[in-house]
């Protein structure tokens, strides 16, 4: 079975702290992907990677960076964090490049930033 | 215009009930489509993909109309392990494995 851990099942910051949200994953897949998790907006994609050291924006890269040294490895992290980053976060990967590649998500972090 | 739509319930049954949901999405071009399943508290995993043809998994079949541009789950015999939000995602272009995700559809069984 496809793993996927994230560092933190919950974590609470200040405003204005840097925070790092880490994810791993033990299958060997090319993709991964961060997504924050709104009651009512649903998931909503924030940064990607299809390779080492590679990234892409998503639909809400703002105020977010993304790290990816290793294949397995992908971290989220925060610059400084504000209250309305407040969200649970999931981390998920997946295989590159096949039509029905599906994606295998985290248990998530829910961060609290007050 | 969201780019995948759901009706977010919740819907109410009793065991023993069949309930269907639908989805549409606004992406003539869209390749490929999967009803995924999210717990509360819980992170989404994967619950069946969907083929041109429609498919079925146990109590569970799925369809696809690409002419109306909507998805379809149908659950059979609803148990109340089957109490979930289920999620209708579309993978839009060839060239990206990004996915994107309707805000999901709530089902409650009760007894």
């Known amino acids: 079975d496809v793993k996927v851990t994230q560092s933190s099942r919950y974590l609470v910051k200040r405003t204005g702290e840097k925070v790092f949200l880490e994810c791993v994953q033990d299958?060997?897949?090319?993709?991964m992907f961060w997504y924050r998790q709104d009651p009512g907006l649903g998931l909503r994609l924030i940064y990607f990677?299809?390779?080492?050291?590679?990234?892409e924006k998503g639909d809400i890269p703002e105020g977010y960076s993304v790290s990816r040294e290793k294949k397995e490895r992908f971290s989220l992290i925060l610059e400084s964090a504000s209250t309305n980053q407040t969200s649970m976060y999931l981390c998920?990967?997946?295989?590159?490049?096949?039509?029905?590649?599906?994606?295998?998500f985290g248990p998530g972090t829910r961060l609290t930033v007050t | 215009r969201k780019e995948v739509e759901q009706d977010p319930g919740p819907f109410n049954v009793p065991e023993g009930a069949t309930v269907a949901f639908n989805c549409t999405y606004s992406?003539?071009?869209?390749?490929?489509f999967f009803w995924y399943r999210q717990d509360c508290r819980k992170e989404p995993k994967l619950l069946m993909s969907?083929?041109?043809s429609g498919n079925e998994d146990g109590r569970f079949t799925a369809q696809l109309n690409r002419a109306s541009q909507y998805i379809s789950l149908l659950i059979r015999d609803s148990k109340l392990s089957d109490s979930a939000t289920y999620l209708c995602?579309?993978?839009?272009?060839?060239?990206?494995?990004?996915?994107?995700f309707g805000t999901g559809t709530r089902l409650q069984v009760f007894p």
């Open positions: 998920a990967s997946s295989l590159y490049g096949t039509s029905l590649s599906s994606q295998y």
């Open positions: 299958m060997d897949h090319e993709n």
């Open positions: 990677s299809y390779d080492v050291k590679m990234k």
């Open positions: 992406n003539s071009a869209s390749q490929s």
């Open positions: 969907v083929y041109s």
């Open positions: 995602v579309v993978k839009e272009h060839p060239n990206t494995d990004k996915l994107i």
